[in-house]
């Protein structure tokens, strides 16, 4: 008797936690958000969209009409559905979990000084958030492991404070995924070690916390969402044949065209680097391993 009032309650406990319905905005967000909470986690930006253009779908508005919690990161697509989305559900909560992060400017633009137009052009930051000096805010906090913890940390709290009765499950699904990013990130600082050169070059400046907590530099082809001009590819060819770059990693949401270019001037090759990947402790240990390969060419 005393074992079927045990197993009552213990379903009764679990089904109420599976009833948390969470929405994220990006991938690596689920990898958070599913290993925190047993219910529904619905990710905004699908697989091979990109977070600065990005439109919710319908069917997706739906669900988060009937959604507990939503997970901004900090993306561009956010400052036009932010609000939108904040409406729709009666009891949706919106937690801002990066802003227990210091964000970094994405990157240092083309030219210092210039006045610089982010008026919709493809790819572009419009409606990103800002530094008090104007500088736009890197979003991508998801590719340092530190940071990687204190998004959980916050998103643990969250659940916490929605189904208090799970407390201690919460606390204890954190406690195992702060040790598996923990375990991810000794393993990407053990491969990123010995190298011949820290630069590295991308596309799209999608690497810069990266870059910080493992003492490398990235050098971005595009800056501002905007392709580089004659003189800046020239300017870029230049430095990739001084430091001995000859890999040009892209993401897959967006053009080849200038990596390309820049690829072909110093006989070099184009190779996918992608920061959206939900497996976030398998594609941080692999892009480490390209990147170590791509510096020690």
């Given at each position: 008797?005393?074992?079927?009032?045990?197993?009552?309650?213990?379903?009764?406990?679990?089904?109420?936690?599976?009833?948390?319905?969470?929405?994220?905005?990006?991938?690596?967000?689920?990898?958070?958000?599913?290993?925190?909470?047993?219910?529904?986690?619905?990710?905004?930006?699908?697989?091979?969209?990109?977070?600065?253009?990005?439109?919710?779908?319908?069917?997706q508005?739906?669900?988060?009409?009937?959604?507990?919690?939503?997970?901004?990161v900090?993306?561009?697509?956010?400052?036009?559905?932010?609000?939108?989305?904040?409406?729709?559900?009666?009891?949706?909560?919106?937690?801002?979990?990066?802003?227990?992060?210091?964000?970094?400017p994405?990157?240092?633009?083309?030219?210092?000084?210039?006045?610089?137009?982010?008026?919709?052009?493809?790819?572009?930051?419009?409606?990103?958030?800002?530094?008090?000096?104007?500088?736009?805010?890197?979003?991508?906090?998801w590719?340092?492991?530190?940071?990687?913890?204190?998004?959980?940390?916050c998103?643990?709290?969250?659940?916490?404070?929605?189904?208090?009765?799970?407390?201690?499950?919460?606390?204890?699904?954190?406690?195992?995924?702060?040790?598996?990013?923990?375990?991810?990130?000794?393993?990407v600082?053990?491969?990123?070690?010995?190298?011949?050169?820290?630069?590295?070059?991308?596309?799209?400046?999608?690497?810069?916390?990266?870059?910080?907590?493992?003492?490398?530099?990235?050098?971005?082809?595009?800056v501002?969402?905007?392709?580089?001009?004659?003189?800046?590819?020239?300017?870029?060819?230049?430095?990739a044949?001084?430091?001995?770059?000859?890999?040009?990693?892209?993401?897959?949401?967006?053009?080849?065209?200038?990596?390309?270019?820049?690829?072909?001037?110093?006989?070099?090759?184009?190779?996918?680097?992608?920061?959206?990947?939900?497996?976030?402790?398998?594609?941080?240990?692999?892009?480490?391993?390209?990147?170590?390969?791509?510096?020690?060419?």
């Amino acid at each position: 008797m005393r074992l079927i009032v045990f197993l009552s309650i213990f379903l009764l406990a679990v089904s109420a936690m599976a009833e948390v319905k969470t929405v994220v905005s990006v991938l690596p967000q689920h990898y958070i958000a599913s290993k925190l909470s047993m219910g529904e986690v619905m990710v905004m930006v699908e697989r091979g969209a990109s977070p600065a253009v990005y439109e919710p779908k319908p069917k997706q508005m739906a669900y988060v009409a009937g959604a507990d919690l939503y997970f901004p990161v900090g993306v561009p697509f956010e400052k036009a559905w932010l609000e939108r989305i904040a409406s729709a559900g009666k009891e949706l909560r919106v937690v801002k979990c990066y802003e227990k992060v210091e964000r970094r400017p994405i990157a240092a633009h083309h030219h210092e000084g210039e006045a610089h137009d982010h008026g919709g052009e493809e790819h572009g930051h419009e409606g990103e958030a800002h530094s008090h000096d104007g500088e736009i805010l890197d979003p991508h906090i998801w590719l340092s492991p530190p940071m990687m913890i204190k998004l959980a940390e916050c998103m643990r709290d969250a659940y916490i404070e929605e189904d208090p009765a799970m407390k201690v499950q919460y606390q204890l699904r954190y406690q195992a995924l702060k040790n598996s990013i923990a375990d991810t990130h000794i393993k990407v600082q053990n491969i990123l070690t010995e190298l011949k050169s820290r630069e590295f070059m991308v596309f799209h400046p999608s690497w810069g916390y990266f870059a910080d907590e493992y003492g490398l530099e990235q050098v971005a082809v595009e800056v501002d969402g905007k392709e580089p001009k004659p003189a800046e590819l020239a300017e870029l060819i230049r430095r990739a044949k001084e430091h001995g770059i000859d890999t040009v990693f892209v993401q897959p949401e967006f053009s080849k065209k200038s990596a390309e270019t820049v690829a072909k001037a110093i006989n070099g090759r184009v190779e996918v680097l992608d920061p959206l990947d939900e497996n976030w402790s398998a594609n941080m240990i692999r892009s480490a391993e390209k990147i170590k390969e791509a510096l020690n060419r």
